[in-house]
């Protein structure tokens, strides 16, 4: 299977933005969600944000709705992860899942069949 990787973390200040990026995304035609997941140390990896394939429709966990944005160009083959206002507790590293089985929980990581290596996001105070 083909992975994923991810790209654009960094060091911020609390109230920057960066831009994830994630390629390859899944096809159009297979009909796939996909997801971007934090984990920070000491704690599970997070479901953040997830995108249907088909209609592009975009579903944010409480915590940072209002400041993530998650898109897809297919032109690029690449998902983006924007995220605005960043907090110091949004620090973590942060994975692209693709790969998402049909009918699972779209925030439980085992959902999901292929990962990135990770890109790490630190926000200071």
């Known amino acids: 299977q083909v992975q994923l990787a991810e790209s654009g973390g960094g060091s911020v200040q609390a109230g920057g933005s960066l831009r994830l990026s994630c390629s390859p995304s899944?096809?159009?035609?297979?009909?796939?969600?996909m997801a971007w997941f934090r984990q920070a140390p000491g704690k599970e990896r997070e479901g953040v944000a997830s995108?249907?394939?088909?209609?592009?429709?975009?579903y944010y966990i409480d915590s940072v709705k209002g400041r993530f944005t998650m898109a897809r160009d297919p032109a690029e083959d690449i998902v983006y992860l924007q995220m605005d206002r960043l907090k110091p507790e949004d620090t973590a590293m942060y994975y692209c899942?693709?790969?998402?089985?049909?009918?699972?929980?779209?925030?439980?990581?085992?959902?999901?069949?292929?990962w990135g290596q990770g890109t790490q996001v630190t926000v200071s105070s």
């Open positions: 995108m249907t394939n088909r209609l592009y429709s975009t």
């Open positions: 899944e096809s159009a035609s297979s009909g796939r969600r």
């Open positions: 899942a693709a790969g998402y089985v049909p009918g699972r929980p779209v925030y439980d990581p085992k959902s999901y069949t292929r």
